[in-house]
């Protein structure tokens, strides 16, 4: 009887087929996606809720404050579908940017028993967010249809500042969900992060507020240019494209998608010694 292969380990295997190993463990990714959609969504009504809720009442208090009482401009579009539109980018960004922060921590028992590529675990967690994301639209969808605004054919652009809003969230949520992990304290900082982020980006308003000389500076918040886009793209052009503001956006989520998957790509190398 033949004896089975050896299966040798080299050093630094593991880093040279990195790339090659997260494809190999696609299945886990699946694995972890459906785990975590089936924890919120199967036989409870919160999860749905919740998906459905958080993003209507803060339209509605928003609607309220900005539209009705500080009379902010909206352009041609009814102002609750202006601010819905930029919610659901932002709901986007804020839940993948805080499970994304404790994704690796919250998941301690699985990565100290195993090897696989850790970037696995972030990346399961913003799949998840992208399905809240798809129930948060149908409202949109509804709002539109009560008020009888149908987007135009820029609605086709949409895709690209999904695509965009991705993008924007990964390096910051990598950066965070590495430092987590050796500062466990940092989990107090994710909710005063996320709450100012909403105020300094332009979710309850246009931009078009923004004075036009700090525009472009005011588009350093990747997620100006990714919340405008949509607004573009689903209010038949009503509220205006700053493409400048876009493309500095773009550019500077492409830079913390580099930074941030580095920083990830060393610091996941003493996970295991951490958690």
Do not use: C
């Amino acid at each position: 009887m033949s004896e089975p292969p050896l299966l040798v380990i080299e050093p630094g295997r593991a880093q040279k087929d990195y790339w090659r190993d997260l494809w190999r463990h696609r299945e886990l990714l699946y694995f972890l996606v459906w785990r975590d959609v089936l924890v919120r969504y199967k036989q409870t009504t919160i999860g749905v809720a919740w998906a459905v809720l958080r993003p209507l009442v803060t339209m509605v208090i928003f609607t309220l404050v900005f539209g009705k009482l500080a009379r902010l401009p909206s352009g041609h579009a009814p102002y609750a579908i202006m601010v819905f539109a930029g919610l659901l980018p932002w709901q986007l960004f804020s839940a993948a940017f805080a499970d994304m922060g404790g994704s690796i921590v919250g998941n301690s028992g699985l990565i100290s028993k195993v090897y696989f590529p850790r970037l696995v675990v972030p990346t399961s967690v913003l799949i998840v967010a992208l399905v809240d994301f798809l129930f948060a639209s149908l409202i949109l969808i509804g709002l539109m249809l009560w008020y009888g605004y149908i987007p135009d054919w820029r609605v086709a652009t949409l895709p690209l500042f999904i695509l965009l809003g991705v993008g924007a969230v990964i390096g910051p949520g990598l950066w965070v969900a590495s430092l987590m992990v050796k500062y466990r304290d940092f989990r107090y900082v994710l909710p005063f992060i996320v709450q100012v982020g909403m105020y300094i980006s332009p979710v309850g308003f246009s931009s078009s507020v923004i004075p036009e000389r700090y525009r472009l500076l005011y588009s350093i918040n990747p997620m100006v240019g990714v919340i405008d886009g949509f607004r573009w793209a689903l209010l038949r052009g009503d509220v205006g494209l700053n493409a400048s503001g876009i493309a500095l956006s773009a550019i500077l989520s492409g830079v913390l998608l580099i930074l941030g998957l580095r920083f990830f790509r060393r610091s996941e190398r003493t996970f295991v010694d951490l958690i």
